[in-house]
């Protein structure tokens, strides 16, 4: 079934709003239909299986908290996110795995990158490629894969325009210089 195809009332922001009004866990259980993977996939784009669940069921508790209307949102996407991704930040900092990375020439020399991984499928090369990024260009990447606009971004995680648009440059440059030939369009 498309979502909200055959019941336009079943838009995400409809759902909070009937959740909060009504109370019923149908709403709620309906939203976490739509959104639990997509949540997941980021939270472990930036951290660990066991934090990325933790996470995760920490971010479906606070909305299952929110009782006020004056918390309604007009995109509930973006709103569940921002939520998903302070608890991240959160959690690591209280596990002391917070940091500020940057790239240093060792990380983007293609050589060495790709031979150290010259048996690893692609995807896994990829995936390899994107956990060197900086929390920040892995995010701004991460959330751009979700569909997100530079502007949603740019509002999600409080930032200006031009900073989420550097962010994904840099994340982008980074990923050919370490891949190199192997990044290969398909």
Do not use: C
């Amino acid at each position: 079934m498309i979502k909200g195809w055959l019941n336009p009332n079943l838009s995400p922001e409809s759902l909070l709003t009937s959740y909060v009004s009504t109370g019923k866990k149908r709403h709620l259980s309906m939203l976490v239909e739509q959104f639990n993977l997509p949540l997941y996939h980021y939270l472990l784009s930036q951290s660990t299986k066991e934090i990325a669940e933790d996470v995760l069921q920490s971010t479906w508790l606070k909305v299952v908290k929110i009782k006020q209307k004056n918390h309604m949102h007009t995109n509930v996407k973006s709103w569940l996110f921002t939520i998903a991704r302070n608890t991240l930040i959160d959690e690591l900092r209280q596990l002391k795995k917070w940091q500020w990375q940057e790239l240093t020439d060792e990380h983007l020399k293609t050589d060495s990158f790709a031979k150290q991984h010259e048996l690893v499928d692609r995807l896994t090369l990829f995936n390899l490629a994107i956990s060197q990024l900086s929390f920040y260009q892995r995010e701004a990447l991460i959330f751009q894969q979700e569909g997100f606009s530079v502007m949603e971004i740019s509002q999600l995680i409080g930032e200006p325009f031009e900073t989420v648009k550097t962010r994904l440059r840099y994340a982008k440059n980074n990923l050919k210089a370490m891949l190199g030939n192997h990044h290969e369009r398909g």
